[in-house]
Structures are given as C-alpha cells and as structure tokens.
C-alpha cells in the first residue's frame, strides 16, 4: 500500500487541494484510495469535498476510535466522493491532545500501555485498511502536535506541498528537524517521496529555491488560483471542476490536472504500484475501469 501525509509547515501553501487532487488523481487510475483528514480547521479537506457532517460529540468519528470509545465500526465513518474514500473531520479533532491524554493516564493507572502518536495507526491496522486500500493519503494541521505525529506514524512517508519562495525554503528546512526528531522519538524512519513547488512563476529567485531542494520534484505547478478557488467554491476536485463547472476548457488547467495524475504515478512508482487503468495525464472525460 502506498501511504503518505500531505505536510507543509507554511500554512495557505495548498496542502489540502493537493492531498484531495492526489486522491481523485489515484482514483482515476482504478486504485482504491483512503484519505484521513486531521485537520479541526473549518477550510479542512471534508469542507473541499462536501462530505462534513453532523458535529456533536455524540456522533461517532475517528476520535472516539482513537482513545478507544467508537460508537459504531470503522466502515460506518467512511463516506465516498470522486471514488475517495473519505473519514469526515470532526470537532472533536480541536481537543485531540486533551482526549489522548487523558486516556492515556487512564490507561497507565490500569497498568495499560497507550502511545498517543500511535493511535491513528491502531485504528487503521484494527480497520483492515492495509489490505482494504491501495492508497492512504493523511492530511494533517500544519502545526506540531498529535494530530501530525498520529498522521506521520501510520503513513511513514511525506509529500510536501511547497511554497517557491524563503518561506517555503525556509519551511523545507525546518521539516528535516521536525522528521529527525519523530524518528528518534518514534524509532521510526519518515521518508519524503516527493516535494511538489506550488504557485511557480520562474523568476530567478525561485528556481534558485527549486535548486536548492534536496528532495524529489516530479512536477511543478504554476499560479493557479482561479482553478482552486472554485474547487472550494463547488466543493469538489479540480478535475471536477474543469469537467462539470468550466464552460470552455483552458489549456493550462488541463496542464494542470495532467501534472496531478503524473505525480499520482510517480508516487504509486516509489513504492511498486501499477495502477490498473491509468488515464492519459489530464484526460477529464477518462471513464474509471470497473471490475
């Protein structure tokens, strides 16, 4: 199975667009993707795709399953657009690490062990999503905490949405810090299959940024605002959007949608996968293979 967490310390850099574009971009290609969004922010990865629900505390989410208090099973969460598997974001993800904790002590005071940074991949192992998907994409807040150590714990591998400017260098660079230290807190190792520049322009200053990434670049995607602003605004992929919400088609958002479904094969590539019904890079109109 190929996992991987979307993550950028600098936030407005488009992590979320890209982990939804990704899913959509796998799932054109005959895969079967999971994405677990993290994020308790109301502009979250559900909002782009139209599946937030109900928020009560009384609803069942992947919260109560992570401190060990579903009300129903693992499958019951799951809600499917643009052939994505989706967990819906909850309220209760604000006070994650106040949940975590708290049965945590609990759970030491009945001489039980609990890893807060190792609950999410509980849940999933317990769910059977590794022999159930092909693909496990995490989209977690770009701040540190339990929601993005839970995220890089049952993924293990990066994609890194990046900002071609000295805030988005400067972001790279403190991720390599932040990953050394998971590993050694965690005794595990975080590989990065791909940082992707996102609002390139090519002024000199930022292909010097580019050169000076020390990890994969598949691809490079341009200023492309227009194209993200109204996926929020329908609520769904850009490959939706062109296809549905576009009166005429723009050759350079065709190029974009291509780009997504080249880094989709890229990263099924790094670790083995062969996409059964890949479509020609930027083909909207591509009719999923169903079996």
């Keep these: 199975m190929l996992a991987y967490s979307t993550y950028s310390e600098a936030g407005g850099v488009g992590k979320t667009t890209t982990a939804a574009n990704l899913a959509v971009a796998h799932a054109r290609a005959g895969l079967k993707p999971l994405v677990v969004p993290l994020d308790p922010q109301d502009g979250d990865l559900s909002r782009l795709f139209g599946v937030d629900g109900q928020r009560t505390e009384s609803v069942d ?4 399953h992570m401190i060990r208090r579903p009300k129903g099973e693992f499958e019951d969460l799951i ?5 994505v598997d989706v967990v819906p974001e909850h309220n209760m993800l604000s006070d994650l690490a106040e949940y975590l904790q708290r049965e945590k002590e609990q759970s030491e005071a009945m001489g039980e062990a609990f890893g807060i940074h190792a609950q999410l991949l509980r849940v999933l192992r317990e769910a059977g999503v590794p022999d159930e998907y092909d693909v496990l994409i995490c989209d977690p807040p770009a701040t540190e905490g339990p929601h993005l150590y839970n995220a890089i714990n049952a993924t293990r591998s990066l994609v890194i949405p990046v900002e071609p400017s000295a805030k988005g260098e400067a972001a790279v660079e403190g991720l390599e810090e932040l990953v050394a230290g998971f590993e050694e807190q965690l005794s595990v190792q975080v590989g990065v299959l791909a940082a992707i520049p996102i609002g390139f322009k090519n002024t000199r200053d930022q292909r010097s940024i580019l050169d000076g990434i020390d990890y994969p670049v598949p691809e490079v995607v341009g200023e492309r605002a227009s194209l993200m602003e109204g996926c929020w605004m329908q609520q769904c992929s850009a490959f939706e ?8 088609r723009r050759d350079y958002e065709l190029e ?7 880094l989709a094969r890229h990263l099924e590539a790094e670790v083995g996968i062969e996409a059964p019904d890949p479509p020609e890079p930027g083909d909207v109109d591509h009719e999923v293979m169903t079996v």
Aim: no cysteine; hydrophobic share 30%; aromatic share 8%.
């Design 61 to 64: 989410n992947v919260v109560r």
């Design 241 to 248: 959007y062109v296809r549905e919400h576009r009166s005429r």
């Design 256 to 262: 974009t949608l291509a780009k997504f479904d080249r």
């Design 79 to 83: 809600r499917t657009v643009e052939g």
